[in-house]
Nanobody, 123 residues
Framework: QVQLVESGGGLVQAGGSLRLSCAAS????????MGWFRQAPGKEREFVGG????????FYADSVKGRFTISRDNAKNTVDLQMHSLKPDDTAVYYC????????????????WGQGTQVTVSS
């Protein structure tokens, strides 16, 4: 079992930045991949991006590439999502996720999700 708790969501103006954090517990953090998903009202969940256990391989959705960065700290058992140049279309509930198998670069790798944190981008 893996427990994930997100923090850092909130309201930000378009063009602004926000950093989300996720604290993981329950298994050896450095042994599994981590990623972020988001879901806007009325839309399907979208895989924002992920990175492997060491952080040296990563994937980003085209919709966020160049604006969002995922990083992990295996010493602190945390994974962050740094978001820049935010747009109203980025408004969603953001979920941290863990992939115990696979490299975390595909959405189907993921087994556990946090409870989510709301990000709202105003125009």
């Amino acid at each position: 079992q893996v427990q994930l708790v997100e923090s850092g969501g909130g309201l930000v103006q378009a063009g602004g930045s926000l950093r989300l954090s996720c604290a993981a517990s329950g298994r050896t953090f450095s042994s599994y991949a981590m990623g972020w998903f988001r879901q806007a009202p009325g839309k399907e969940r979208e895989f924002v991006g992920g990175l492997n256990w060491s952080g040296d391989s990563r994937f980003y959705a085209d919709s966020v590439k160049g604006r969002f960065t995922i990083s992990r700290d295996n010493a602190k058992n945390t994974v962050d999502l740094q978001m820049h140049s935010l747009k109203p279309d980025d408004t969603a509930v953001y979920y941290c996720a863990a992939a115990l198998h696979g490299d975390g670069l595909g959405s189907s790798d993921y087994d556990y999700w946090g409870q989510g944190t709301q990000v709202t981008v105003s125009s």
